[in-house]
């Protein structure tokens, strides 16, 4: 089963209809049965934060709604399932502190970010997105396809 985790940005590409959401669509197919697609709660909130910010209206708003309802959403309570170590592990290569995985450069994420990278790792998903703040993480942590 292929598993997709959709940053926040995807979403925002779904609620305005834009052709780049059509093409993941049909590039990835995201509504067959064979694919699992996600979000974390961090993914949800900056969504909701977005549409506020934004003034967007309710036909915008519904059709984030009646995503969210097809996702499976991950939250990042559960301290048993490795997503507080996959934080700190993602965080710590990204400052290039881990000494057995040097990246050679630091790199400042947003918290969000890391959270949403965790749990792509977590939920063994390949994070798909549209810009460049995951590309340091892809194949050693996560996998990133960005469009």
């Known amino acids: ?17 834009s052709p780049l959401y059509q093409q993941i669509e049909v590039k990835e197919n995201l509504t067959d049965t064979d694919c699992l697609p996600m979000i974390s709660v961090i993914t949800q909130g900056e969504i909701f934060s977005l549409a506020t910010q934004r003034g967007w209206g309710s036909i915008k708003i519904q059709a984030i709604q009646n995503l969210l309802a097809k996702l499976i959403i991950i939250d990042i309570n ?21 000494s057995d995985k040097p990246l050679g450069y630091s790199i400042k994420m947003g918290k969000n970010d890391l959270w949403i990278a965790a749990t792509a790792f977590v939920a063994n998903a ?15 942590y996560i996998a990133v396809k960005k469009y």
């Open 1 to 17: 089963m292929r598993r997709y985790l959709l940053d926040t940005n995807i979403l925002v590409h779904y609620a305005r209809k």
């Open 78 to 98: 559960s301290s048993d399932s490795g997503l507080l170590q996959a934080y700190a592990n993602i965080d710590s290569f990204s400052k290039n502190k881990l």
């Open 126 to 140: 390949t994070l798909l997105t549209t810009d460049g703040d995951f590309d340091h993480l892809n194949g050693t």
